[in-house]
Nanobody, 131 residues
Framework: QLQLVESGGGLVHPGGSLRLSCAASGFSLDYYAIGWFRQAPGKEREGVSCISSSDGTAYYADSVKGRFTISRDNAKNTVYLQMNSLKPEDTAVYYC????????????????????????WGQGTQVTVSS
């Protein structure tokens, strides 16, 4: 069974850090671009960061640039999202998604046009930033 499982969410104070993990099972992430997305209550899902399968090219939404870092460990079949300097507006359910690299032109396209791209999705992990 092909599956993505997110973990690492939780409650953190403003200014704190969390590291999210996205572990794949049933398939190898080697040929997949991976993205992190989030959805806050009452808002549309948005692409936070996406990373290529090959050279590690990454895209970040302006709202997280300089604070979040995406990385992948293909040996562990896992992608990470290191989130620093968290703000209350980062509160959301965070999802990871995997799409075959040939289906996208750029990782930015994956993050922005995810609705038009076939992908595997995880079930999400809640991140709450609050004092």
């Amino acid at each position: 069974q092909l599956q993505l499982v997110e973990s690492g969410g939780g409650l953190v104070h403003p200014g704190g850090s969390l590291r999210l993990s996205c572990a794949a099972s049933g398939f190898s992430l080697d040929y997949y671009a991976i993205g992190w997305f989030r959805q806050a209550p009452g808002k549309e899902r948005e692409g936070v960061s996406c990373i290529s399968s090959s050279d590690g090219t990454a895209y970040y939404a302006d709202s997280v640039k300089g604070r979040f870092t995406i990385s992948r460990d293909n040996a562990k079949n896992t992608v990470y999202l290191q989130m620093n300097s968290l703000k209350p507006e980062d509160t959301a359910v965070y999802y990871c998604a995997a799409t075959r690299s040939y289906l996208i032109t750029t990782v930015q396209a994956m993050c922005i046009n995810y609705r038009r791209i076939s992908a595997y999705w995880g079930q999400g992990t809640q991140v709450t930033v609050s004092s």
